[in-house]
Structure formats: C-alpha cells, structure tokens
C-alpha cells in the first residue's frame, strides 16, 4: 500500500514539472520525482541503488539542474506544453501496456518481511535525508526569491 | 502486484518526459525531461532486484546507468552554458544544425 502511495505521488510531481509554468519549480518538482523514485528502492531495501540515486543523481545534477533554473528563470513564465503531443503518447502508453503484460508473466516478489526490516533500522536515516534535501531546496527558494525582489 | 505497479509508473513517467521534451521552449525544460526520463529507467530496473540470480547483475546495471546517464546529462548543461554564452539566449528556437534554423 505504501508502495502504490509513492507511485501515484511521483506520477502527480511528474505531471506537476510538466504542466508548472516557472521553469524554476519545475525544476524542484523534477527533484522530488526522482527522491521518490529513490524511496522506492529504500522502501524494498534496495539500499545501495537508494544511496546512488539519491548522493549522484538528485544530489549533483538534480542541484545543478535547479541552479540553472534559478539562474535562466524566465520573469515572464508561459506554459510549454503541446497538446497534441498527448495522443501519441497514450497510444505508445497503450503499445506499452499490452506488451508487456499480455504476453508476459512477471512475478511479483516484493514482501512485505524486507519493508519491516527497512523501517526498522533505517527509517531515523531516511527521516533525516530527506529532511536534509527539504532543507536544501527551500535555502535555493528563499535565494531566488530575494533576489527577483 | 507491486512489480506490475511499479512499471506503470515508470511507463507513465518516461511518457511525461517524452511529451515535455517535445513541448519544450527552452533547453533547461529539455533537461528536466530528460532526467525524468532517466528517472523512469531507473524504476524499470526495480523489478530485476526482485530476481535473486539477477540481483548482481542489476546492481551492476544500475551503476553503469547512473554513472552513463550522469554525464551524459553533464554534457548537455555543459553544451547549454556553452550555447548561452555564445547566443545570449536558452530558447530551442534559436539553435542552428548546419547553418539553418530548426
């Protein structure tokens, strides 16, 4: 259950760096999409691939990504989304689905045993990560805004 | 189940990066698809951990996509400053391939 509540929230962070008209905030919610796609991992005690994704990925480039969109930022934000782009991709979406899960078995082997044991002894560490990268975007946030005053 | 809902996820990302990538104006948009997209990959992967005998070689896979995807993504911010400093400009309207205007 746990699980399918971070899928649906990294889906909505991804709609929302698509349909966000300031390059800037989508930027951050580009971000968060990919801390919880690190959670993922963490969640199924995946930790190495958590560590990596979240130290490289979101904490190198996902940093410098958000400083490029602060430093570029337009004042004049507009929304960058054509329309007609969303047919096709429902249709690969469709193509997607069905090949996948019409013509194979996948098993589901996640257990519930490893989630214990994950929150158990590294829920205090995950706390503290992601208070840390809260923290980190909401000092760019405060930055950018003192300096469009 | 959670196999199945993770994949979901991950088509219906990598699709939101497709469809911002085409629709964007600006080469910092452009970025942010991308590593969306890199996002997705990243998910896909999940379900080779959930194979013990693959374990090893998913963890190896995802190393090289984190490391390969990292500077590839390095190379366009590069390119970006680059083309920022020479045109004045990150509009995707301005970028020329050969002497003519995409």
């Known amino acids: 259950m746990t699980l399918i509540a971070i899928c649906c929230f990294s889906v909505i962070m991804a709609f929302a760096t698509l349909f966000t008209k300031d390059t800037f905030y989508s930027a951050l919610y580009m971000s968060i999409t990919l801390i919880t796609i690190a959670g993922m991992y963490a969640l199924n005690n995946i930790q190495p691939v958590f560590v990596l994704i979240t130290f490289i990925f979101v904490g190198a480039i996902g940093a410098v990504t958000v400083a490029l969109a602060a430093m570029y930022r337009d004042p004049r934000p507009k929304l960058q989304i054509d329309f007609v782009w969303f047919i096709p991709a429902i249709i690969t979406f469709a193509v997607i689905f069905n090949s996948i899960f019409g013509f194979n078995n996948i098993p589901s082997a996640f257990t519930n045993s ?31 805004r003192r300096e469009g005053v | 189940m959670m196999v199945y809902v993770v994949i979901v996820t991950s088509i219906a990302i990598l699709l939101i990066g497709y469809i911002m ?15 969306l997209m890199f996002g997705a990959v990243f998910l896909a992967l999940m379900p080779l951990f959930t194979v013990p005998n693959l374990t090893t070689s998913a963890f190896g896979i995802a190393v090289l996509t984190v490391f390969t995807s990292g500077g590839e993504l390095m190379i366009l911010i590069a390119a970006m ?22």
């Not at chain 2, 990538?21 to 590593?35: G, T």
């Not at chain 2, 020479?86 to 020329?96: G, Q």
Request: hydrophobic letters at 60%; aromatic letters at 14%; proline letters at 0%.
């Open chain 1, 114 to 144: 490893e989630i214990s044991v994950f929150v158990e002894e590294y829920v205090v560490f995950v706390l503290f990560f992601f208070s840390l990268a809260i923290l980190l975007m909401l000092a760019v946030v405060k930055f950018v």
């Open chain 2, 81 to 102: 400053v680059t083309f920022s400093k020479k045109f004045r400009s990150i509009s995707t309207d301005d970028i020329l391939v050969g002497g003519d205007r995409i």
């Open chain 2, 21 to 35: 990538a085409m629709s964007s104006k600006e080469l910092i948009r452009l970025l942010i698809s991308l590593e």
